[in-house]
């Protein structure tokens, strides 16, 4: 069964803590994704993961760093999260080795106060 | 600006009838891919329609890519209410690199 896990679903945060998103796969994919989606601006690319330790910048990559030690594993973080950073999160997995096609997880609604 | 952009913002129709979703991109792109995402869930694929393709279907939907004029739009024959959700183009800008970028979509109800 194809899944992209995101974990957790829901986080309350205070400005200037440090914020650990995770993301799971179980399909192998070499590439992961990590993006925000917030009211009227679609999904914003923030940054993308071709492999383990091999990470590339998206359109949006300030204030954010990611983690991929392994492959079906990847994390976001954000080092003293602001408001502005209040969104939903997505992960998502596929891209050139499935046929251009993303999995999306169900997302993290990420809240900083 | 948005690389990829869809029109309308919102429309909405009664089920049974047809609708059409329109997306315009500003690159060259190798393919254009439609998605879906329903209240509380993250974006699904719909359809992938490559640059050197001008129509593909896929059951009720029905996609059309214009690489002439940068754009596609997406049709939904004989809706239901469970078509009510988010629809999005996203493109890869030719790159690639596979960042594919989306844009803010188009907000659809179907209406009993």
């Known amino acids: 069964d194809m899944k992209v896990t995101q974990m957790p679903r829901y986080l309350i945060k205070r400005m200037g803590e440090n914020v650990l998103l995770e993301c799971g796969q179980d399909?192998?994919?070499?590439?992961m994704y990590w993006y925000r989606q917030d009211p009227g601006l679609g999904l914003q690319l923030i940054y993308i993961s071709y492999d383990v330790d091999s990470n590339s910048e998206g359109d949006i990559p300030k204030g954010y760093r990611v983690s991929r030690k392994k492959r079906e594993h990847f994390s976001l973080i954000l080092d003293s999260a602001k408001t502005n950073q209040t969104s939903v999160y997505f992960c998502?997995?596929?891209?050139?080795?499935?046929?251009?096609?993303?999995?999306f997880g169900h997302g993290t609604k990420l809240s900083v106060l | 600006s948005q690389l990829a952009e869809e029109n309308p913002w919102a429309l909405s129709v009664h089920e049974g009838e047809s609708v059409t979703v329109n997306c315009s991109y500003k690159t060259s792109i190798t393919a254009l891919q439609w998605y879906r995402q329903k209240s509380g869930e993250g974006p699904a694929q719909l359809i992938l329609?490559?640059?050197?393709?001008r129509e593909k279907r896929n059951g009720r939907l029905r996609a059309t890519l214009d690489t002439s004029s940068q754009s596609s739009s997406l049709s939904i024959t004989a809706t239901r209410c469970e078509d009510t959700a988010v629809y999005f183009c996203a493109t890869d800008a030719d790159t690639g690199n596979y960042k594919y970028v989306f844009g803010a979509g188009t907000r659809l109800k179907v209406i009993a």
């Open positions: 998502a997995t596929g891209g050139p080795g499935v046929n251009e096609r993303l999995f």
């Open positions: 329609i490559r640059s050197n393709e």
């Open positions: 399909m192998s994919h070499e590439t």
